[in-house]
């Protein structure tokens, strides 16, 4: 069995003006398929082969480095995709809003974390907001495509939201300004489906 | 002392179609120039506000040693740029190469291969040991081989940055692309002067 590249869940052009359709077309059919390919390849022949995506970055520490970089990288742009919408943007509801406000003590508090995790993580990388196995919400950032599902991840749990700091992610259209690319992706979250992984 | 963005040796459409005006003018005048005004700014008041940039990078850590080998490493890659540049080098720094990677074009090989497969952001490096013995070596973020006792002689920047605007995920496009720029005559001088 070997892992297929997602669709997207909405058009190329969708997440346009925040997130322009070059960017997002390249990043999924160029990157993201780079990911893909090389995670399959990676994992051809050995005893991974066959296991779900889940599994494998549970036991990373004991992979070699394209394991861990592609499956990573393969993973996370999944996440991310589904974690951005046309209809996005907008605060947290629900359980999510509660559990923001009360480890936060606001949206715009929370926004404002999140926001500096992204911006000051240097080199590639990722910024999150995870859960952890205690139910608490804890935001890091991790470097290159490590995750908070990585056994050997600093901070372990569920990724309720991630965010790409790749230069990849942004520099057709922003350049150098990564904090301008931050507060664009504010305007496309797809609160729902952070909220689903939440509660689940 | 105040750090300076140095001026560059070539115009900053000097290295088209290779390297666009573009990507230079964000690359030199606003990544470079920001690592220069975030050194000045994250040394004042501290014992670092009067080192010298070397100094700095083998001294310190977080936000000041990244900010003073992101200096020190774009002076490198950008001052042994030029329009027309290219071929192969001469002399000594041809005969080492020769020496330690078999061919001119085994090394070329072998850089670029650093340089395609070093995932993530960094650099590239030809460095020579204490013996003046030649490696390529890859280093991460804003690593500089200098911290490992190394001599860099020449780099490559593969940050997305340097390149994303002109050929976007294809990184190997870029790479060869750079080695129609680089300026052997400095990078010769460099080795001979180790």
């Known amino acids: 069995m070997s892992f297929e590249l997602p669709k997207l869940p909405y058009a190329y052009d969708a997440l346009e003006p925040h997130i322009d359709a070059r960017t997002m077309e390249i990043h999924h059919s160029k990157h993201h398929a780079g990911y893909t390919n090389n995670l399959n390849a990676a994992i051809a022949g050995t005893d991974l082969d066959g296991k779900c995506i889940g599994e494998i970055l549970a036991s990373v520490s004991r992979q070699s480095a394209a394991i861990r970089n592609n499956g990573g990288g393969y993973y996370n742009h999944d996440l991310f995709w589904k974690l951005m919408s046309p209809n996005g943007g907008g605060e947290p509801t629900g359980e999510l809003q509660k559990a923001i406000n009360d480890t936060f003590g606001g949206f715009e508090q929370f926004k404002d974390k999140f926001s500096k995790a992204a911006a000051t993580r240097f080199g590639s990388g990722w910024a999150w907001l995870v859960k952890l196995s205690d139910g608490s919400l804890k935001i890091c950032s991790t470097p290159n495509q490590d995750n908070p599902l990585m056994d050997d991840a600093e901070v372990k749990g569920t990724p309720i939201l991630g965010l790409d700091v790749w230069e990849h992610a942004y520099y057709l259209k922003f350049q150098n300004r990564r904090p301008d690319y931050i507060s664009e992706f504010f305007e496309v979250i797809n609160w729902e489906e952070a909220l689903k992984r939440f509660q689940d | ?194």
């Open chain 2, 1 to 194: 002392m105040k750090h300076e963005l140095p001026k560059l040796p070539y115009a900053l459409n000097a290295l088209e179609p290779l390297i666009s005006q573009r990507t230079l003018e964000f690359h030199y005048g606003k990544h470079h120039q920001a690592y220069v005004n975030n050194l000045n700014n994250l040394i004042e008041g501290t014992s670092f506000e009067n080192a010298d940039l070397v100094d700095i990078i083998l001294k310190s850590d977080g936000g000041i040693f990244n900010n003073a080998a992101q200096v020190f490493n774009h002076t490198f890659y950008f001052m042994a740029l030029k329009p027309r540049g290219g071929g192969k080098p001469r002399n000594k720094l041809y005969d080492a190469l020769v020496y330690t990677f078999g061919t001119f074009e085994k090394f070329k090989e072998e850089f670029s291969k650093a340089g395609a497969t070093l995932f993530g952001s960094g650099w590239v490096w030809l460095v020579a040991d204490a013996n003046n013995k030649l490696s390529i070596v890859k280093t991460s973020n804003a690593a500089n081989p200098l911290c490992d006792n190394l001599t860099p002689i020449m780099t490559l920047d593969v940050w997305e940055h340097a390149y994303y605007l002109d050929t976007q995920n294809a990184r190997p496009k870029y790479i060869e692309n750079f080695w129609e720029l680089i300026d052997w005559e400095l990078i010769e001088t460099r080795f001979e002067n180790l």
